[in-house]
């Protein structure tokens, strides 16, 4: 059964910080790749931040590069995003989401129920 379970989602001013984190219950992924999705309103599921199984190789999307940091702690079966200088514009439900696959050039086929993070102005 796939468990991935979100946390640290919430309300943040503009500017500030936040740290989610991804638990997978099962240990199924433990060797595999894992990401970070998020969805506005009314907008579809967006890729954030993926890291390889290893977690050498990683990916940060335009948008949030510079400000957002993915990484694991593959003995704890987590995957973390540290987001700071948060903007309005992160407001969205963020899902952990992991790979059938080690590497990170391929699709996620599991997922978690999602945490809203929402920023204020």
């Known amino acids: 059964q796939v468990q991935l379970v979100e946390t640290g989602g919430g309300l943040v001013q503009a500017g500030g910080s936040l740290r989610l984190s991804c638990e997978d219950r099962s240990g199924r992924f433990s060797q595999n790749a894992k990401a970070w999705f998020r969805q506005r309103p009314g907008e579809g599921r967006v890729r954030v931040a993926t890291?390889?199984?290893?977690?050498?190789?990683?990916y940060i999307a335009d948008s949030v590069k510079g400000r957002f940091t993915i990484s694991r702690d593959n003995d704890k079966n987590t995957v973390s995003l540290q987001m700071n200088s948060l903007k309005p514009e992160d407001t969205a439900v963020y899902y952990c989401?992991?790979?059938?696959?080690?590497?990170?050039?391929?699709?996620?086929?599991?997922w978690g129920q999602g945490t809203q993070v929402t920023v204020s102005s």
């Open positions: 989401a992991a790979s059938d696959y080690g590497g990170i050039g391929y699709g996620f086929a599991y």
């Open positions: 890291i390889s199984w290893t977690g050498i190789d990683t």
